[in-house]
């Protein structure tokens, strides 16, 4: 497509249940990156992937969290036993990866944990 | 490691008038450095880069920035202010080697009044 998409772009879900959170990137972008954006607050790096392999995964906040990138292409961020906390709104972006490639953002997924 | 720091999470300035967002950045290497924008229920867009070519970049919408490394500063400003240019403003820093992993400030809303 023209740009990157996210789905769904809400998700209101119950604390403890699981979601799955999808990024379709550029095609052809081989850097893909999931940022967290809490109200009020800045962009939370969370992490990296070039190709399929994540070499940065360090801004993952706890092991409830993962991610995994296929085909070099779609990435999904799942969330197991969510917790309030977890609410903001989950950004995916991808670039060409080189130094000063721009990063192009989706819409992002707003979640909710209720 | 790299940060940077915005200050001021709100500014008002009226139409006509001069914008300036002020960024501070610190990197322990040469940086890359961005401003993005995110206007109301939309992704973030690239504003501007400093890739260690000219220190003084224009970007889109008339914005631009001054990289100044003796005041570790890239600043954003505009001459005269339009009501569309309310919106979230946001700065960024990355590496100029290896993959970009951006660190975004707080972000700093501006509200522009008639």
């Known amino acids: 497509g023209a740009g990157v998409s996210q789905s769904p772009s809400n998700k209101v879900t119950e604390k403890g249940k699981d979601v799955e959170l999808r990024c379709d990137p550029i095609?052809?972008?081989?850097?893909l990156y999931w940022y967290r954006q809490r109200l009020g607050q800045g962009l939370e790096f969370l992490i990296y992937f070039q190709g399929n392999s994540a070499p940065d995964k360090s801004g993952l906040p706890s092991d409830r969290f993962s991610a995994e990138r296929t085909g070099e292409s779609v990435s999904t961020l799942t969330i197991q036993r969510t917790q309030q906390e977890d609410s903001a709104v989950y950004l995916c972006a991808s670039s060409l990866g080189l130094g000063n490639s721009p990063l192009h953002f989706g819409n992002g997924t707003r979640l909710t944990v209720t | 490691a790299q940060s940077v720091t915005q200050l001021g999470s709100h500014v008002s300035v009226s139409e006509g008038a001069l914008v300036l967002l002020r960024c501070n950045y610190s990197s322990s290497v040469p940086p890359y450095l961005f401003w993005y924008v995110q206007y109301p229920n939309q992704g973030l867009q690239l504003l501007l880069k400093y890739t260690s070519a000219a220190t003084l970049v224009k970007g889109i919408n008339g914005f631009e920035a001054e990289f100044k490394k003796s005041e570790t500063s890239f600043h954003l400003t505009k001459p005269s202010a339009h009501m569309s240019d309310a919106a979230e403003y946001f700065c960024?820093?990355?590496?100029?080697?290896?993959?970009?992993?951006?660190?975004f400030g707080t972000g700093t809303r501006l509200l522009v009044s008639p």
């Open positions: 095609s052809g972008h081989t850097a």
């Open positions: 960024a820093v990355s590496r100029n080697t290896g993959f970009q992993k951006l660190v």
